[in-house]
Each structure stands twice: as C-alpha cells, then as structure tokens.
C-alpha cells in the first residue's frame, strides 16, 4: 500500500499535542506534507511558528484553554502529557484529565479523528517470552500505563456514544537507536512511525483501533493482525544495531529490562514513601 503523502489531499489543520517533546519535534518536521497549516501546542517553549505552521502554549489539564486549541482543526494527534513514570498526582492532570478535555473537545467541535499515542507500557507487565495482540487484556505497569490504558479507554467510548474514531498507537521504544536489549524488541524508527501515522489519518472506517508501534524487528513481542486494515508495513529493522547493544555489559537475569515487557517502569516507585 502506498506511503506517499504527496499522493494523499493534505489536511486543512493537523493538531499535534506535546510538539515540544522528543517526538513531538521530530514529527513536527516529518508531518508537514500532511497538512497545509500545523498547529503546535505544548505546556513547554516551542520554537517559534515557520511557514504552514501555528504555534500555541496550552496545559492539557486546562479544559477552556483545550476547547480554544482544539478549535478549527481537522485531525489531532495527541502526543501530549507525562511520557514517563512519575507520582499519580503528576500523571493526573496532563494524562488523564487532558486526554479528556481533547475528546470532549473534539466531541464539541466535530473533530471526527484522532491519533492517541497510547504506550507498550499498558501491557507491561507481561513477560518478554509471551507474544501479544491487541485483544490480549491490558496489564499496565505503573501509574503512566494506567493512565495510557485510561486514554484507550476513553477512545473506544467516544467512539461507540459520538463516532470519533481513534488510531491507538502502542509506541514501543521510539529513538534514533534502540538503547539496550529491550528496545531490540521494542524498537520503532522515525520513518515508521510517521508511516504508521499516516495510515492512521488517511485509512477509512478505523473505530478504535490498537496498533503496536513498532518496527520490522527480528524478535517482536507483539502481533498486529488486528490492525491489518491500516496497511501499516514498518521498513526498518534494528537488527543493524546488534552488535552496538551486544557490546554493552549483560544486565543480571532478573533485571526487569531482562524480564518484563515494559522493562524498568515495572520497579519504579513507589513515590511518596520517603
């Protein structure tokens, strides 16, 4: 199936939530044939609008602020809030309360698709020898999976009560290079996320669909059958950096990095103990 985004209409106005986070600047350059205006937001400084792009500071956790950002767009992809484990009341606001506003934001103002950057780490606490679909029950491993999963959630309800259709994506581990043993499994490239993207935005009839993020690597964990209507078909491989990771020093047999799916956050916390 086609990947070209010159050969797809762009979007009038593209959303992208948490545009000032790792991902959220590397798909502020890859997303731009997708749509003839960009609008960033995040809580943090931007760089400063370029051509095709508006920028806008908005906090998730602020419902009014959410309604005015969500305003006039065709597409949002929210990639905003906390995107690692911390103390529940730090995951509340951005994560939880925030997913909700941009629903109910898009509910109010006829926004009819949205991409969730839902996480692995809604299934971590399964052990790396099992192999998952999207129908396999969620098993989160901390207070930023339960929030995850809250988000998967509230996409299929939206869904089912007003029709907004949602693409989640259970993003592995997405950086220039995987980092360790783990993300050998967990790996997803920037071209195949932003592949992934598109065939979120531009396949029709998705309802709530869950896809796991991640790319054509040579020991995976999960299957995305469920999800072969998207056409999703990742081209990168981490195999090429195999003997990179093999390098560094072997971590004890029962690290949870060694163990569990969603590695190191099934350790952290608690918080508030001290």
């Not at 629903?103 to 950057?117: Q, S, T």
Request: include cysteine; glycine fraction near 10%.
């Amino acid at each position: 199936m086609a990947t070209d985004p010159t050969a797809q209409k762009p979007f009038d106005r593209l959303l992208l939530t948490g545009a000032a986070g790792g991902l959220g600047k590397v798909l502020r350059e890859t997303l731009r044939p997708y749509a003839k205006t960009l609008r960033l937001s995040d809580i943090a400084d931007m760089a400063p609008a370029g051509s095709g792009e508006e920028v806008q500071i908005c906090d998730l956790s602020d419902k009014q602020a959410v309604h005015q950002l969500v305003d006039g767009v065709d597409a949002i992809l929210h990639f905003g809030g906390v995107s690692v484990e911390r103390p529940f009341e730090e995951i509340l606001g951005a994560n939880i309360c925030g997913v909700f506003h941009i629903y109910e934001a898009a509910r109010r103002h006829g926004v009819k698709r949205i991409i969730f950057a839902s996480s692995n780490h809604v299934i971590g606490f399964y052990k790396q020898d099992e192999t998952l679909d999207a129908h396999s029950p969620r098993r989160p491993d901390g207070y930023y999976g339960l929030s995850k999963s809250y988000g998967e959630d509230m996409a299929s309800f939206y869904f089912d009560r007003y029709g907004i259709e949602t693409v989640s994506i259970r993003i592995g581990s997405s950086f220039p290079e995987p980092q360790n043993r783990r993300m050998m499994s967990t790996w997803l490239s920037f071209d195949d996320l932003t592949q992934l993207i598109e065939r979120a935005l531009y396949t029709p009839n998705v309802g709530h669909t869950v896809v796991y993020g991640v790319s054509d690597n040579k020991t995976v964990w999960w299957n995305n059958h469920l999800a072969s209507h998207l056409g999703f078909t990742p081209k990168d491989c981490s195999e090429v950096f195999r003997d990179k990771v093999e390098a560094q020093p072997m971590p004890a047999a029962d690290d949870p990095a060694m163990v569990y799916q969603g590695g190191a956050f099934v350790a952290a916390g608690p918080f508030g103990d001290e």
